[in-house]
């Protein structure tokens, strides 16, 4: 019988991968140094009641925000010749938030529901950077996911939270489609669990009586501390705890309640984690295909349709659960799109965008301004930013550490805190 290494990790899923600076790293198996002896997953219970819990969705492909939180007084926006034009959403269809100036995509009736009976939907609007005004898709998630401009920092924001709030922790973040770049750390690994049910060794007794086993032995200690043999034992211990402890989570119950698109499969695994206990603050999903330089009319109310049903069906699982008050997500892309449409029913690359917060702990209402849309206040035809991306970065952190210097720390200087949160 032969075992290759595509057909296991195809089956066991990529427990963990190596920390940023690591001088050893394989795909299963990450040496964290005598910083992982501080917090073993064996020493580690679920996060208490009340600790803040992240749920990052990555909207990857610079999402249309002015279609998706719409001004309908705004004229600019529907004119045909420096507007969204044709791709503009009529304002017989925008979903009214109240009594706010701006309405939402027809496509997101849940979050427009959410907005009126919880009144925990936070939108930041404007938001981007002025630094370098980046076009790029690569460029742009770069700076977002390092929350840097200057090249001080090589790893992740929530990677550099997590070293501060979870050093040594095989739990401190879970990514769901891959190593996230955000959740990278010095002292932490990253726990990518592609699905929670799958996440498991599939091998026979043969393996299991003998390969599997001694890599177990491997990870019972005894090997000297402070040696690269004790640091790869302590590794060897979390990864199979942490496989057991991922594969224990699968509940039919909870997958059951999610349709069958890409984000609700993902926030399915996520739901699942938050359930049984896993003491992760922080979980990545992400979303593609918002890049949407053509048929923008078709291809937007899809993703928006998906995005809205999944976090609904995500809301319905965690509001039912003791983590209600816990859990928020957040929604983001790397930049907004042109506000005039192209030939192609669809809008370039732009800048200024809009950012949704929602969940346990969050005021509801819109903050921050809207960027100028008129020709003369935008730059090549981008609206520009009016709340730098870091100050959202600031609030989540600030109440993820529960202190208003953690952004401080974490960013390398201060930042606004948009006071979105309760505490």
């Not at 393996?207 to 690269?228: D, F, I, K, V």
Request: glycine share 12%; with cysteine.
């Amino acid at each position: 019988m032969t075992l290759t290494r595509r057909h296991f990790l195809a089956h066991s899923g990529l427990v963990t991968v190596a920390v940023a600076g690591a001088r050893l790293g394989l795909d299963v198996f990450s040496p964290l140094g005598e910083a992982a002896g501080a917090a073993t997953l064996r020493s580690l219970g679920p996060l208490a009641l009340g600790t803040p819990i992240l749920v990052l969705i990555d909207m990857q492909g610079g999402s249309d925000a002015t279609n998706m939180l719409i001004n309908p007084n705004d004229l600019w926006y529907y004119d045909v010749a420096q507007g969204h034009g044709s791709i503009a959403i009529q304002e017989s269809a925008i979903l009214p938030l109240g009594n706010a100036s701006h309405g939402l995509h027809p496509s997101m009736p849940w979050l427009a529901s959410r907005w009126t009976s919880n009144q925990d939907v936070a939108f930041v609007l404007g938001t981007g950077e002025n630094v370098v005004h980046e076009f790029s898709h690569f460029a742009a998630m770069h700076y977002r996911q390092v929350a840097d401009f200057t090249g001080s920092f090589d790893t992740g924001w929530l990677g550099r939270f997590n070293d501060l709030a979870a050093a040594g922790s095989p739990f401190a973040s879970v990514s769901i489609s891959g190593l996230h770049p955000a959740l990278v750390g010095t002292k932490t690994p990253v726990l990518t669990v592609p699905q929670v049910a799958y996440f498991d060794f599939n091998v026979d007794w043969r393996w299991e009586e003998g390969w599997l086993s001694a890599w177990r032995a491997m990870g019972r200690g005894g090997a000297p501390r402070r040696t690269m043999t004790h640091s790869a034992e302590l590794a060897i211990a979390d990864t199979f705890d942490a496989q057991s402890k991922v594969f224990a989570a699968s509940s039919d119950a909870v997958a059951a309640g999610f349709d069958s698109s890409d984000v609700g499969q993902q926030l399915a695994q996520v739901a699942m984690l938050i359930e049984a206990g896993i003491p992760s603050q922080t979980y990545v999903v992400t979303i593609g295909g918002f890049d949407t330089h053509g048929d923008e009319d078709t291809a937007q109310p899809a993703l928006l349709g998906q995005l809205d049903a999944a976090l609904g069906e995500f809301f319905n699982v965690i509001g039912a659960g003791p983590r209600s008050k816990d859990v928020f997500v957040y929604a983001t892309s790397e930049f907004g799109r042109q506000q005039t449409a192209n030939g192609s029913a669809g809008c370039d690359h732009g800048q200024a965008g809009v950012d949704i917060i929602v969940g346990g702990g969050v005021h509801g209402g819109l903050y921050g301004h809207a960027p100028a849309t008129a020709p003369k206040a935008r730059l090549d035809d981008a609206l520009v930013p009016t709340v730098d991306f870091r100050s959202v970065y600031a609030t989540i952190l600030n109440h993820l550490g529960r202190s208003a210097a953690t952004s401080n720390h974490v960013l390398g200087r201060h930042f606004e805190d948009l006071g979105i949160f309760a505490t």
